[in-house]
């Protein structure tokens, strides 16, 4: 019975709008407020004289031709789907007849945009919105692909790596390459990505290992994310799957105790 409680809990995450979605929502801001630093960027690492206007302005159009072209490529989510999303007074668009039609049309037109705009900004931020699209519709190989691309293609201090990572992590779940899974999981604290992942990694990680059946070592994992992590959805969700566990019978550590303030700390 637990193990069924436990297996509906995991279906319940893959299905559900989770965290690598909702920080995905957020790439469109991520382009509108990057995109002027783009040309910046360029122009300083290339040397010279008159070479650097060239190549400043050369890498700015690209960049701005670029840029408009994912936003076209985007209008297929302002279509509505029958029955999801109601048509609006004045939509002229035909609407989907299914959020997987959209999703599918979706994962056409930036795989599109991508073989034309390769190598740009704006082709990193479409791979992450490409590989959530491409997991809602069950091609987890496809989808851990694009969020590896976005992974490798993004600067190091993007915050968006955090839920690129999640989302790599998720693929690698599907395709029940739990190590793997794990790798990426662990990347995620250092990569920080907003006030609702902190902790998440640990969390995502402690799952894997449950799915392994390491579940000792899983509630090791889990029993630190309330101390490491207070007040977060990390916290939640860790109390939730410890609870399970000591249900089935797994020794569950005692929460650690906050260390206690020094005299020279409390002064």
Do not use: C
């Amino acid at each position: 019975m637990a193990g069924t409680k436990t297996e509906k809990i995991r279906q319940k995450e893959l299905r559900a709008p989770d965290t690598f979605q909702k920080v995905g929502v957020e790439a469109s801001d991520w382009l509108a407020q990057r995109q002027k630093l783009i040309g910046i960027a360029a122009g300083v690492l290339i040397l010279g004289g008159l070479g650097v206007g060239i190549a400043n302005e050369v890498s700015k159009s690209g960049e701005e031709k670029a840029s408009q072209a994912l936003g076209q490529a985007l209008t297929v989510l302002e279509r509505p789907v029958e029955g999801v999303e109601p048509a609006q007074p004045g939509d002229t668009q035909t609407p989907f007849k299914t959020v997987q039609e959209r999703d599918e049309a979706l994962v056409t037109s930036l795989t599109d945009f991508r073989k034309e705009h390769g190598g740009t900004r704006s082709a990193t931020t479409a791979a992450l919105t490409l590989g959530k699209a491409q997991f809602r519709l069950g091609k987890f190989p496809e989808a851990q692909a694009a969020f590896a691309d976005f992974l490798k293609t993004a600067p190091e201090n993007e915050p968006l790596r955090a839920g690129a990572l999640e989302g790599e992590g998720y693929a690698l779940e599907a395709q029940q390459k739990y190590d793997e899974a794990i790798k990426s999981f662990d990347q995620m604290d250092k990569a920080g990505g907003g006030e609702f992942l902190p902790g998440m990694g640990a969390y995502h990680k402690g799952r894997m290992l449950i799915l392994q059946d390491k579940k000792e070592e899983a509630a090791q994992v889990l029993s630190k994310v309330s101390t490491d992590h207070p007040n977060t959805a990390a916290a939640r969700l860790s109390s939730e799957r410890l609870a399970v566990l000591a249900s089935e019978g797994v020794k569950v550590p005692a929460p650690a105790q906050p260390a206690a303030a020094t005299g020279q700390d409390a002064g």
